[in-house]
């Protein structure tokens, strides 16, 4: 097993953009626990607050161990903004920009060796966020319509080249004991 | 661009079960979608039927292509009898299971050379689905809890070695012109 210090070092957050409390509960919570399981240090959700969201997301952090942040209701602009002042490049993941599999953006974004900060967004996001303005890179996850959560997911898996998916997270409560058929939970000694 | 024939040659279907008309309309309609978005040619959503969820993924088919079939309300148990008699195996993705990342399980997968059927499950799925009387292969995209929908996306993405990501969807009436910035939809010739 590989230890969470070394995919962790590259920084990443994720800023969710476009969260409607009702209709995206459990859409938003999934791609937080996603961010958070793949190896992202925090979580963004931009513009909006759902102490809901945050109380989910800090339940599973507390169980299962390791840091992540999570902020809320910080608009847009300025997270964008704050991030590139702190020396941080902006990629936003959406149908129609490069694709991840036929072009040559993942290595470009990773040639920058800068912290990274991920835009996910909802149906219509604005526009501005397809520009240089906004983000350095726009990354399409195969350019078919699907989810932010899926997109979110193979980014990840990709950019950390899948060593995210075996890091142990620190402080955690309980483990699961991977197993070929069952169901194993370990209760971790603090 | 690879064509859209050799990945699909790998037949694979996925079984959405525990979906709730209205607590599950977005994250369910986005599993279906990664479904057809990384190559699986059909959909089951398995127990219930939600005719919203069939228009849904009827409509994304007819305006961006492909064929893609979709089935509701097939007992779960009945789907996977009926797939195991005609020579598939079974995959179960849980948090639960060996991992993908750490194991081989994703080659004992392949050599297996079968139709796969993918199970996606929801928060508590039955027990039988651990076992070996149902799944041939219990699969973690990691040990974490994290979303269905993220899962199906890795699962495939890997499985498929990243190439139906580039898939062309024969009949599409439009298709996205990949950018570094801005948008662009073109409509298709019939």
Redesign the interface.
Same mark, same amino acid.
């Given at each position: 097993?590989k230890s969470s210090s070394s995919p962790r070092a590259a920084k990443m957050v994720v800023l969710r953009w476009g969260h409607r409390e009702e209709?995206?509960k459990?859409?938003t919570a999934?791609?937080a626990?996603?961010a958070?399981?793949?190896g992202a240090s925090g979580f963004i959700l931009s513009d909006v607050k759902d102490e809901k969201l945050e109380t989910t997301i800090a339940k599973?952090s507390k169980n299962?161990g390791g840091k992540f942040s999570f902020e809320m209701g910080t608009p847009w602009k300025q997270a964008v903004e704050s991030w590139r002042a702190k020396g941080g490049i902006v990629v936003h993941l959406t149908?129609?920009?490069?694709?991840?599999?036929?072009?040559d953006v993942l290595s470009r974004i990773k040639a920058e060796k800068k912290p990274v900060l991920v835009i996910v967004g909802s149906q219509k996001v604005p526009?501005a966020f397809?520009?240089?303005a906004v983000?350095d890179?726009?990354v *399409?996850?195969?350019?078919?319509?699907?989810?932010e959560? &899926?997109? $979110? *997911?193979?980014f990840l898996?990709?950019f950390f080249s899948? &060593?995210? $998916?075996?890091?142990q997270?620190e402080g955690a409560k309980m483990?699961?004991l991977?197993?070929?058929?069952?169901?194993?939970?370990v209760s971790m000694k603090t």
């Open positions: 097993m209709r995206d459990r859409l999934h791609v626990l996603t958070r399981a793949f599973i299962w149908a129609y920009g490069e694709n991840i599999q036929s072009s526009a397809f520009s240089k983000s890179f726009n *399409a996850i195969g350019n078919q319509p699907h989810s959560c &899926s997109s $979110l *997911a193979v898996d990709r899948g &060593s995210t $998916l075996t890091m997270f483990r699961i991977p197993m070929q058929h069952g169901k194993k939970v």
